[in-house]
């Protein structure tokens, strides 16, 4: 039976970022696209171009002796070292240039190189390849459409050019190429020009992304090792307030006893003495847990116990949580040591699992002497087939289905995040779908990541 469209398939939200990957009052980064370059840059790129410029079009009319119509291509090069020197003179501007004012300097680049090929031989120059150079650096550093209407600019220019131009000046007057092979450089520069800037776009823009997803996934971990710390800190706090605590209580103890039980005082002490045991027992409780979980506080955790710990902030009421243990060979009860890194990796994973299936969430942690895998699997719809191969990619779909409430697009991080805190901590992570037709997630480390430490 043929499934539902895949843009529609629920399980395409899968990959999209969990609200405990990235704070929901954060701004995403992948919507960043202003600051990828300095104006200084440009500045420098230009002043190399003029100088280029300057040096070609001087060695030719004097240097070859081709007569040029040096008067308008000094012009035009002056209007760069103008521009430039404005630029330079600007104070208070902004480091980073927004997306609209980089696209708005490299389209002067583009005209101006036009207006030098249309004095110097248009399409027969041999530098009308220099006309790629601005289109490069808009893919690395633009959006899609500053960067695609540049690449209609040029392709408006080059098209210009074909027809319009000064004659290439020669030695004996000037030359002319037959009109086919001028169609052919049109075609080539054009077909390059538009492909050289979908690639360069296509890969920057990937790296871009990468990028982001791991500046997003430090931020995860510097967000769970907050967290950690706090734990940590509050158990200290609850072991070190003991000692105090346990004096006044005897010495309000001791001052009920010397007091007579008519005392206006009597019942000032009574209501001492039971506040100081509530605030004895708030602390046992503080700190019987770590020491129960491994010793320090909340440092060393059984398997059962990491899962149980990572996956409690993400149960909802109607989902069946269950929690199975297998020990192959090894330790009974082996102990790992809390590390954010899994705490939220697996995290991540538990939530995804819940938020997608109908009524039973399964983690299954099975180990021996060789390795330790954690399988997290749901009853959902599991994973679209067509995507299968892609899991684990930042940003593989950004498309919203009814919305949310906060009107915020999912990010595409939560599965990605997962994956690469898993990984450092040395584990494997495989998506599938299980037999039964839910997703299927399997995190394995090899060697099993057990503290041996007592």
Known sequence: MAGPPIPDHPRVQAVRMTETAYPPHAT????????????????????????????????????????????????????????????????????????RDAALYLGYDTLQLTLLLYLTGGLQNPFAILILAPLTVAGTILSRVSVTALTVLALCCLTGLALWQFPLPWANGAVGLPPLYLLGIWLALSLSAIFITAYVWSVAQEARSISDALSASQMALEREQRLSALGA??????????????????VAKELASEIPPDSPLAEDIALLQSQ????????????????????????????????????????????????????????????????????????????????????????????????????????????????????????????????RADGR??????????????ERTGAMVG????????????????????????
């Open 28 to 99: 995403p980064i992948a919507t960043a696209i202003d600051g990828r370059v300095t104006l200084r840059t440009l500045i420098l790129i230009r002043w190399i171009a003029v100088f280029g410029q300057l040096t070609a079009v001087l060695s030719v009319h004097y240097g070859f002796g081709f007569k040029l119509p040096l008067g308008p291509a000094l012009a035009a090069m002056g209007a760069s070292v103008l521009l430039n020197l404005a630029a330079q003179a600007q104070r208070g501007a902004r480091p980073r240039l927004a997306d």
């Open 233 to 250: 800190l509050a158990a200290a706090a609850a072991h070190e307030l003991g000692t105090p605590l346990g004096t006044i209580h005897l």
């Open 276 to 403: 100081s045991l509530r605030c004895r027992d708030i602390l046992a409780e503080l700190s019987r847990k770590p020491e129960a979980e491994g010793g320090e506080p909340f440092d060393r955790l059984t398997v059962a116990a990491l899962i149980d710990a990572a996956g409690a902030p993400h149960r909802l009421g109607h989902i069946q949580f269950v929690l199975e243990t297998d020990a192959v060979a090894g330790p009974a009860v082996p102990m790992i040591r809390r590390s954010p890194e899994i705490i939220h990796g697996l995290g991540n994973l538990i939530q995804n699992a819940t938020q997608f299936a109908r009524s039973r969430v399964t983690v299954r942690a099975r180990w021996d002497l060789e390795s330790l895998t954690i399988t997290v699997t749901d009853d959902g719809p599991g994973f679209p087939q067509s995507l299968l191969h892609r899991i684990g990619e930042p940003y593989i779909s950004t498309r919203v289905e009814g919305g």
């Open 409 to 422: 697009a999912h990010m595409g991080l939560g599965i990605f995040i997962a994956q690469t805190l898993l």
């Open 431 to 454: 998506f599938a779908n299980s037999r039964s037709g839910g997703a299927q997630v399997v995190v394995r480390w090899i060697p099993p990541i057990f503290d041996t430490k007592g």
